[in-house]
Every structure is written in C-alpha cells, then in structure tokens.
C-alpha cells in the first residue's frame, strides 16, 4: 500500500517544521522542509549575483538540492546554516514570487513525493503541490505568540521580531502564485495555546496514528 502524503501549511514561526519533523519521525514517513529549498535557491542566486526571477529558474533547473533534516546541501555544498542567514531571508521574494523559480521547486517537491511516505511542509503544499494528498493540516498561531517563541529561541529584539513576521505573513498572502491558504480540506490548527506535544498528538490522531 502506497505511504500518504501528509502537508503542513502555515505563517513563518507557526512551529511547523519541529511538528513536521517529530510527526515524520513518529510515523517512520521523510520529512521535507520546502522552506530549506526556497532559502538554498536564493542563497545560490546571491553567491552568482543573480537578480533577473528567469535567470534564477534556469539556475534552479541545474541545481541538485538534498534537503534531510539535519543537512541541506546545494551542489554537494553543506548550506545548513547559510541558508538560516538574515540576508537570504530578506531576499527569498525573488525567488518565492516568481512563478518560473516556483515551478522548478515544485517540480522538485512533486518528484520527491512521487512513492508517498511523505511530510512536507511549507505554504503551497496542500493547495498546489499536492493538492490529492491524504491528510492537509494549517498550522496556525497568532503573531504575539510566533514572535515570542522565535524571540526564546534566538533572543534580539521583540518588536522587530514582530515587524519581520507580520511583513513575511504579507508577503508570504499576498504572492500571485503559491501564496498562503488555507487549503481546501485542511485541518486547522490553531497552536497559540498548545504545546509541541499537544499539537503532535492532535495530528497524530487525525491520521488514525495513536
Ligand atoms: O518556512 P521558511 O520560513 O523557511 O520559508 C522561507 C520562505 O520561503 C517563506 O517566507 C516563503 C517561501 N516559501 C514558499 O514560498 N513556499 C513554500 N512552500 C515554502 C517557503
């Protein structure tokens, strides 16, 4: 029996890429971490200078990305901790507006979930890239509560913490193509007010997982 494809959308700092992977690891599915692909894309692109969105998709075309929990790698180069740089965040628009770059990762994404066995997680990922996936989840959580988690986990300063999130929530609802949704059929969950274990369980549940 083919493995489900299981997606989780959600704003930057809704906690999805910690969910997806203790889920992953519960149900003995991969995990994918489409952000990690955006952020390798736009790191390359910034290493060639490039800025023109077509000149990009071409690059992205010929680019081999391994995208595993633990290590990222771009070519064959370890980009884990490149990629979380403030300086690729602050130009991931280049590559997540334009819909040329967006389609050569979604190419990619539909490639590794081709067998199933899947959680993926990002904002497309039950409305675009895999829109007959077995189980959609939307991570949710309010802006207070995403800027004070990143503000524990990475200290700095609390109030632009806040700014940088409500800007990528604008930008992320606001892109032509591949904006954030709720995907039609999707579980919402709201985690303001639950912990990492709650929010695993919940979702644990809803696919029939004890
Ligand atoms: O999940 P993250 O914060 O690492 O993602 C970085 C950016 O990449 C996010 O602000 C928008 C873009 N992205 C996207 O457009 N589509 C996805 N499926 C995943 C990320």
Do not use: N
């Not at 930057?12 to 390798?40: E, F, N, P």
């Not at 895999?130 to 959580?141: L, Q």
């Amino acid at each position: 029996m083919k493995k489900p494809v299981i997606t989780l959308d959600g704003p930057a700092g809704a906690g999805k890429s910690t969910v997806a992977r203790l889920v992953a690891q519960r149900l003995g599915l991969r995990h994918l971490d489409t952000g990690a692909m955006y952020r390798a894309i736009t790191w390359k692109a910034q290493k060639r200078g490039l800025r023109d969105p077509a000149a990009i998709a071409d690059m992205a075309a010929q680019t081999v990305l391994i995208v595993e929990p633990e290590r990222v790698t771009c070519d064959g180069v370890d980009v884990t901790r490149a990629i979380r740089e403030p300086q690729v965040t602050a130009a991931i628009r280049v590559v997540a507006d334009s819909p040329a770059c967006r389609a050569q990762l979604v190419r990619m994404q539909r490639e590794i979930g081709k067998e199933g066995g899947l959680v993926t997680e990002g904002r497309d990922q039950g409305s675009v890239v895999f829109p007959d996936a077995e189980f959609k989840f939307y991570i949710d959580a309010s802006v207070d509560v995403r800027a004070r988690r990143r503000h524990q986990e990475q200290g700095g300063d609390l109030d632009e913490i806040r700014r940088s999130i409500e800007k990528r929530d604008t930008e992320d609802r606001s892109r032509p193509v591949g904006a954030l949704v709720k995907p039609p059929g999707a579980i919402v969950l709201d985690t303001s007010g639950l912990t990492l274990d709650e929010v695993v369980a919940r979702i644990l549940a809803a696919v029939g997982s004890p």
